[in-house]
């Protein structure tokens, strides 16, 4: 039977191991460790010797969090009609395809909205399936924004009441 080291009241990030408990896990041993958060989490040995596991989750947690902080950049969200830098076609939502039997090449317009796509396919070129295919499923599929009730025009507010 292999050694097993004690571990017991020693640290490994932000949890400290408490006991062994009596499960094992590809013959290693599990202990019960404390986390700094409060939650009690079992590891198993040769994770916390390694360093692979060294809180709860909740050290993931925060580093997520922390990076997306220092990540997020409001001018990479989807603000207006320019394409990606990565795109093909030169035009957002265009991608290309090749038929099946022919094995021409086509273009597709494609919008995603909550999570469902949609397409148009067929286009001889990428502008054409910009404006006669992108372009309509976005006013077709894209809720309607509501109009802000001012308006600014060369500097001056123009507020708009509405009539009952």
């Known amino acids: 039977m292999a050694r097993s080291n004690n571990l017991t009241g020693q640290r490994f990030g932000r949890l400290v191991s408490l006991n062994k408990t009596d499960q094992r896990k590809n013959g290693h041993v599990v202990w019960r460790c404390q986390c700094d958060c409060g939650k009690e989490v079992n590891v198993v040995s040769s994770y916390l010797t ?7 989750g909740c050290l993931k947690a925060e580093i997520d969090k922390s990076i997306l902080k220092e990540r997020y950049d409001p001018s990479s969200l989807f603000l207006g009609k ?7 076609t030169g035009y957002r939502g265009v991608s290309r395809y090749l038929t099946r039997k022919s ?10 909205v909550k999570g469902k796509k949609y397409y148009k396919s067929g286009f001889l070129t990428a502008e054409d399936a ?6 309509k499923l976005e006013k077709e599929y894209l ?13 001056c507010l123009f507020i708009r009441f509405l009539q009952r």
């Not at 390694?50 to 709860?56: A, E, K, L, P, Y």
């Not at 910009?130 to 372009?135: A, E, H, P, S």
């Open 82 to 88: 320019e394409p990606r830098k990565d795109s093909s």
């Open 143 to 155: 809720p309607k924004q509501k109009q802000p009730p001012y308006k600014i025009v060369e500097g």
């Open 130 to 135: 910009y404006f006669n295919g992108r372009l």
């Open 103 to 112: 094995r021409e090449e086509r273009y597709r317009a494609w919008l995603t």
């Open 50 to 56: 390694s360093g692979d596991t060294r809180s709860c």
